[in-house]
């Protein structure tokens, strides 16, 4: 269920900020862009993330309508609703600016895989 909220914002960007606050969310739903995952998934590409926090993040998200939680007897899994996937080219900017950046800063990635558009 989505929250409303009495807070005026000063522009669309600030809301949109706002609501993907939180460390942490963007890199989830970079996850769910490739695809629909399981939690345990979702855990072991991103293994510098608590199992705490990322319950919260799901739980925030899935809250804000970005993401849905499926159930199908001992499976479940996560995936992007309508408007998770309406966040998809602004998800692939921000990858390609992070690749195109990152070595000037001397990061490096943890595997090829978790590049993996």
Known sequence: MIRK???KYGCPVEFSIDQLSGKWKTVILSRLKIRPMRYGELRHDIPSLSDKVLTER?????????VK???AGSNS????????EMLKPMLQALYDWG????EPFGVRFLSAEADER
């Open 77 to 84: 899994r996560y995936s992007l609703t309508k408007r998770g």
């Open 58 to 66: 799901l739980r925030d998200l899935c809250n804000a309508g970005f």
């Open 5 to 7: 909220t009495k807070r």
């Open 69 to 71: 939680h499926e159930r």
């Open 99 to 102: 690749e195109a950046n990152a």
